[in-house]
Nanobody, 121 residues
Framework: QVQLMESGGGLVQAGGSLRLSCAAS????????MGWFLQAPGKQRELVATISSVGSTNYADSVKGRFTISRDNVKNTVLLQMNSLKPEDTGVYYCNANIKADGGRRYTNYWGQGTQVTVSS
């Protein structure tokens, strides 16, 4: 059973920093794209950042220059370093990854359970 588990959320003042971590576990053969999504209160889930297996990154315009996504392909983890946080960054952050399980023929998309980030003004 493949799972994604996030950690690192919390409460921070505007201008502060947080680092989110997501670890993939289970019988994993390989991981393609990994990413982070934000579901702000009353809004749909939106892309924050993604990173490919070879390290190519993509960011939402709203976080460019403030957030950095990285991954460790040995540990099967993806990190999101969030700096200069704003109140509009508040919400539940979800980890997402395309994972091929051992013995699997194709990649399957997985979601973590989410971690709450609250930025106070």
């Amino acid at each position: 059973q493949v799972q994604l588990m996030e950690s690192g959320g919390g409460l921070v003042q505007a201008g502060g920093s947080l680092r989110l971590s997501c670890a993939a576990s289970g019988s994993i053969f390989s991981i393609d794209v990994m990413g982070w999504f934000l579901q702000a209160p009353g809004k749909q889930r939106e892309l924050v950042a993604t990173i490919s297996s070879v390290g190519s990154t993509n960011y939402a315009d709203s976080v460019k220059g403030r957030f950095t996504i990285s991954r460790d392909n040995v540990k099967n983890t993806v990190l999101l370093q969030m700096n200069s946080l704003k109140p509009e960054d508040t919400g539940v952050y979800y980890c997402n990854a395309n994972i091929k399980a051992d013995g699997g023929r194709r990649y399957t998309n997985y979601w973590g359970q989410g971690t709450q980030v609250t930025v106070s003004s």
